[in-house]
Structures are given as C-alpha cells and as structure tokens.
C-alpha cells in the first residue's frame, strides 16, 4: 500500500487515519475555532459545518469544549458541536457527557503558552479574561417529594427525587423495636438500575449489613459493627 509513498506522506497519511478513527464531534455549522472558552479570546480559524472533531474534554458546566481540529488546537462553544455517542451525533448534555466519558477540564496559562506560542497574539494574556473558575452544575431535579408515618411502634419515611432527564431515585426507611433498615433503589436515564439496602440494629449483636445491587445484576454484602 505504501510502496510509491515517501516516509513524509507515509506519516502524514497515518496521522490522518489516528485522527479519524478517534473523531468524537462534528461541527453543526461555521463556527470560529478560539484560543480560550470564551467569544472575547483571538480566533485561530474557522470550523466549516459538519467537520469531524476531536473532543479532548469540556468545562464543567459543558459550555465550552477543547478540541482538535486539522491541525489546530482551540476552543469551540458546546452549542455549535454534536458529540458522537453510540454511532449517533447527539446534542452534548450533562446525561450525554456522562455516559460517552467526555473529560471535565479547565483552562489555563499553561494550555495558553502550550499552543499559541507562534501567534502573533501570544503575548497579550494578560488582555484577555483571566480563566473563570468553574464549578459543576448542582444536581437538577423536576420533582422531589417525602412522607413519613409514626405510630408508637415505629417510624416509615420514603423520600423520592426525578432528575430532569428521567432518571429517578427513591429510599424508604423503617425503625422499630431498636432496629432500622433503608432501602434506596435508582433508575438511570437509560433504563439501568441499582439498589442499596442497609440493616441496623441495636439488639442482640448490634451492627449493620449493606447489600448492594449494580445495573448488571451484581450485588455484594458487608457487615460491621457500629
């Protein structure tokens, strides 16, 4: 295959083809690729519309992403990209990033004197809003709801939350007679679910056992002594 090709456009044609079986974006239309998270830093060039990308990650509210496009290193605003998610370009939520392993970064001098170096901007950091410091998004919910009933033999509460996109969590807790037990059970936004279910008590031998159940089916058991 590589016969008649020089070693330069031997190594130029692999670079192409480990870019292109790592793409994990694509533009959605023209879009300035920027040197920082932000439309006030220089552009380096402009994205065309359906370009493949390389994600190397985003802040952590998923406003802005790091990534690779052709050979330039930049910036781009999570409203112009798809990530590629199970053989499908989908709009890039917190769910999203998630589930397809999209990394939380943040931005620095040090990704500044890394990749502009040769521009001729490079010099004016100091023009430029010093990098915001992030912090992730709290969790959000559509639904939250709690109930409790006591008699004199005993408490039961159940608590119940519904995340924005679906996924759902729910704990129920007993008292009585000196013991407790609580079981929370949690259904992903994909369907997957898991349960955890402790059990204390404070007669005979006092302590507690824990079972826990995965996505998959697995579970496991440990006791201990309060």
């Known amino acids: 295959m590589f016969r008649h090709l ?86 890039l939520t917190p769910a999203i990033a998630v589930a397809s392993g999209v990394a939380v970064i943040t931005f620095s001098r040090a990704y500044w004197d890394r990749y502009y170096v040769a521009y001729p901007w490079y010099g004016r950091w100091a023009a430029y809003p010093p990098p915001r410091a992030y912090a992730p998004p709290p969790p959000r919910v559509t639904s939250h709801s709690a109930s409790g009933n006591c008699t004199d033999s005993g408490c039961s509460v159940t608590r119940q939350t519904t995340g924005v996109y679906g996924g759902s969590t729910s704990q129920t807790r007993n008292c009585a007679d000196g013991s407790c037990s609580a079981t929370r059970s949690t259904t992903g936004a994909y369907g997957g679910t898991a349960t955890r279910t402790r059990s204390c008590t404070t007669a005979g031998e006092p302590g507690c056992t824990v079972t826990r159940t995965g996505p998959n089916g697995g579970s496991g058991t440990r006791s201990f002594h309060r």
């Open 6 to 91: 020089s070693l330069a456009a031997v190594a130029v044609f692999l670079a192409f083809q480990a870019q292109a079986a790592t793409l994990t974006a694509v533009a959605t239309s023209h879009v300035n690729l920027r040197a920082g998270p932000a439309t006030s830093y220089p552009a380096i060039t402009v994205v065309p519309a359906g370009a493949g990308l390389v994600s190397h990650g985003c802040l952590a509210d998923y406003s802005w992403c790091d990534i690779s496009y052709a050979s330039y290193r930049g910036w781009v605003s999570a409203r112009y990209i798809r990530i590629i998610y199970q053989g499908q370009s989908v709009v």
